[in-house]
């Protein structure tokens, strides 16, 4: 049974899916995302079903949207049966983004029940996993955690090998809706006064999606927009991402980014990670913007329309960022590390009447109030291009980047990640001793 609670990473489920990791065994099957979907499905229902019964409603619907990985499809298979096993109707959004995904329980016509993203982020194209949502948001760590212990009963009590009984699961294309609901936001906000269809007209935008999801934004929102994405690259989805990891800290994607904005002399670069929660940008003078630097530029953005709002970042952040924050009018928040303390951290502030408009965590996740608390790194790159085009029709020249010019630097800054070699049960409290131990030696 401890083999799908292994399996929880937080409010998320992540396992390896294929052989090719050294000393790494598959433990994410098919007959395990089985009885996850399952445990899922039976979970959702039984929060909905007595409201369904009472309106007359048709029953649960769940939607499941994937990331490009080679595991994809047939760990797809092994949801469908799961959903329908416990009564859902299942529709099939196929290529999507996590963001996408929490969106599909909130835009109509669609307003689905509950959606699954899989996805294992910007981890190994041997890994994958899973990402649950309902209209009120992602899951919670002790819901996921509810899930997997059914599903864990589930597991020990049947033969491991995934169902036969396929159902038929209705085919959606959601993703052309979400884009157009990125398009919209575009136009009227930046409401220009000469062609408020393209807004974005003469402004080069480049953006590498790392071979993952995020391909969509150039074709289906930036062209549509006006924009000139040539020189954009990694767009086509690709579940063996052959070129580098997609993640916005990466380094090699951080690089070959600059380089494709000074070849192109672009106003913007964007990095997305393979589910494009997250995202990075480089600015026209081919300044990288990510970690401290991102929440600075979103900090900016957020205080000019919302003075004196609170802004919740993980601790890693530096005593520049807080002076930057403050220097503006703001309050900053350090809390735990964690995109999602850090998210729920905001949501509880706003809870108990602090006004915070924007959460943000040094990885790139990024969430905000205007956007139900949402880590959408498609939203935030929208944010700034928002931004990017009123300078320019303000009169201003400089890019993105002259908004955080006077953010300090740190001479050197290094982050390390240590592996904890202990049982599991006792990771944390094995993890603890060994920073306490690690203190002697700097302080």
């Not at 049966?81 to 996590?98: E, H, I, S």
């Not at 819901?143 to 589930?154: F, N």
């Not at 930057?324 to 309050?331: K, L, N, Q």
């Not at 592996?419 to 409290?429: D, M, Q, W, Y």
């Amino acid at each position: 049974m401890d083999r799908i609670r292994r399996l929880q990473n937080g409010s998320d489920v992540r396992g390896v899916a294929l052989e090719g990791e050294k000393g790494r065994v598959v433990d994410l099957t098919p007959p395990v995302v089985e009885a996850i979907a399952e445990s899922f499905g039976e979970w959702v229902v039984s929060k909905l079903g007595k409201e369904r019964e009472e309106s007359g409603e048709d029953g649960v619907r769940v939607s499941l949207g994937k990331d490009p990985r080679i595991s994809g499809p047939k760990l797809s298979v092994a949801v469908f049966v799961g959903l329908a096993r416990a009564g859902c109707q299942v529709f099939d959004m196929g290529l999507a983004t996590t963001p996408a995904c929490f969106m599909s329980t909130l835009l109509p016509p669609f307003v689905y029940d509950a959606s699954i993203m899989m996805t294992a982020s910007h981890l190994p194209y041997t890994r994958n996993g899973l990402k649950f949502f309902t209209g009120r948001g992602g899951l919670t760590s002790p819901e996921v955690e509810e899930i997997c212990d059914r599903a864990a009963r589930k597991y020990a009590n049947r033969l491991a090998k995934v169902s036969t009984m396929l159902p038929a699961p209705k085919k959606v294309d959601f993703m052309s809706t979400y884009a157009r609901h990125l398009r919209d936001i575009i136009k009227e906000r930046i409401n220009h006064p000469l062609h408020y269809d393209t807004p974005l007209k003469g402004f080069q935008i480049i953006v590498n999606a790392g071979n993952g999801s995020g391909g969509f934004f150039t074709r289906d929102v930036l062209d549509k927009l006006g924009a000139d994405t040539f020189g954009s690259f990694h767009l086509n989805p690709d579940g063996m991402f052959p070129n580098h990891i997609p993640n916005p800290e990466d380094k090699t994607a951080m690089s070959l980014t600059r380089s494709a904005v000074l070849d192109n002399s672009a106003d913007l670069g964007i990095v997305f990670d393979t589910d494009v929660d997250r995202s990075g940008v480089v600015d026209n003078l081919c300044n990288p913007i990510n970690g401290d630097r991102l929440i600075a530029l979103m900090s900016a953005i957020v205080l000019k329309e919302h003075p004196g709002t609170t802004i919740v970042t993980d601790a890693r952040t530096s005593m520049a960022l807080t002076q930057f924050i403050t220097d503006r009018g703001g309050h900053h928040c350090l809390y735990r590390v964690g995109y999602r303390n850090v998210i729920d951290k905001g949501v509880q502030l706003n809870k108990d009447g602090i006004e915070t408009h924007l959460m943000m965590e040094t990885s790139g996740h990024g969430a905000l109030k205007e956007n139900h608390f949402l880590d959408d790194g498609a939203y935030m790159v929208v944010k700034i291009i928002i931004e990017m085009v009123r300078m320019k029709l303000e009169g201003s020249n400089e890019g993105i980047g002259s908004l955080i010019k006077d953010l300090e630097e740190p001479l050197e800054s290094i982050e390390l990640r240590m592996n904890v070699i202990s049982e599991p049960r006792h990771a944390k409290a094995k993890a603890i001793e060994a920073i306490e131990e690690f203190r002697t030696y700097i302080e």
